[in-house]
């Protein structure tokens, strides 16, 4: 009898605007054999699966349905989306206690049913709940994984591209840190082709403004962020699935990074099958190290006020 290979299954918890914008892009690239979604709003999942089932004869043989926890013992990938969304002028740090009720409860269930999975973690303040996760999971810092700033330093890239007038995939450009405020551009590193951006303090200003302040300008135009954050969750759920080793700016725990120990930050990070493989250490510059251990520093007295 010959052996049926594992269906990879990848679970979205939370079919808000990010959860269900992310669960449609993956099945358009067919990334997954099983898709399932899970809400408080079973109504609202049951929907989405319904509306995504009848665009199947349009894509391949993905199978998609609406959940429960019980769903996540079989999952390559549980990505959390779940939380209180985001309002107009409100920072993502104060989101913070409004969402940790909230995760604490889905990381409870979640845990009852996979131990071996990857948690992608998408909620904000991403940094802080990807590190409550981990926390509350007690499972190796590799398997807990937090979007971090890979959508960042797309807009990032993409900006320094709109200015240049070059292919924004040309740009090779990071933001890391906080997902939020306190978050860096790394212009010592900055290149196309390894050559130097031809910039002028006040362009760098401007497109640094405008990649910390992107988010807060969409939900000021039409009340939440999700199709670029559903793009950045594929490319991650890609890396892991296909074993790429990829290097992508995502959350994870830091150990003496320039410095910097014990608290989530966004990093370029090797990425394969088993999670997080790798942290590259990049070599920055030493106004950059101050800013990463101020951001690390905001993070950390935050997490100290919260008890996790």
Known sequence: MPLTAKK?????????????????????????????????????????????????????????????????????????????????????????????????????????????????????????????????SGWPVNRIIGSGTLLDSARFRYLIGEKLQIDSRSVHAH?????????????????????????SDEARTEIFSNTKDAAYQIIKAKGATYYAIALALDRICTAI????????????????????????LGVPCIVDRNGVRDVLKLNISSDEKELLQQSAAKLKEIIASIAL
């Not at 099983?34 to 993905?62: R, T």
């Not at 890391?176 to 031809?198: F, K, Q, R, V, Y």
């Open 8 to 136: 990879t299954r990848v679970v979205v918890i939370g079919v808000g605007a990010v959860g269900s914008t992310t669960a449609y892009t993956l099945l358009l690239r067919e990334r997954m054999d099983e898709l399932v979604l899970i809400d408080a709003n079973n109504e609202k999942a049951l929907g989405d699966a319904l509306d995504m089932n009848h665009g199947l004869p349009f894509l391949g043989q993905s199978k998609v349905w609406a959940g429960t926890y019980e769903d996540c013992r079989e999952a390559d990938i549980i990505i959390i989306t779940a939380g209180a969304a985001q309002r107009p002028g409100e920072s993502r740090i104060d989101l913070l206690k409004r969402n940790v009720s909230i995760y604490e409860s889905i990381t409870t269930e979640v845990l009852k049913y996979n131990t071996d999975g990857i948690l992608l973690i998408a909620s904000n303040p991403v940094d802080i709940m990807s590190y409550f996760t981990w926390k509350k």
């Open 175 to 199: 933001i890391i840190g906080e997902h939020g405020d306190s978050e860096l551009p790394l212009w010592s590193l900055a290149n196309i082709a390894g050559t130097e951006l031809s910039l």
């Open 241 to 264: 699935l296909h074993n790429e080793a990829a290097v992508l700016n995502v959350s994870t725990l830091l150990d003496d990074y320039h410095g910097v120990s014990g608290v989530y």
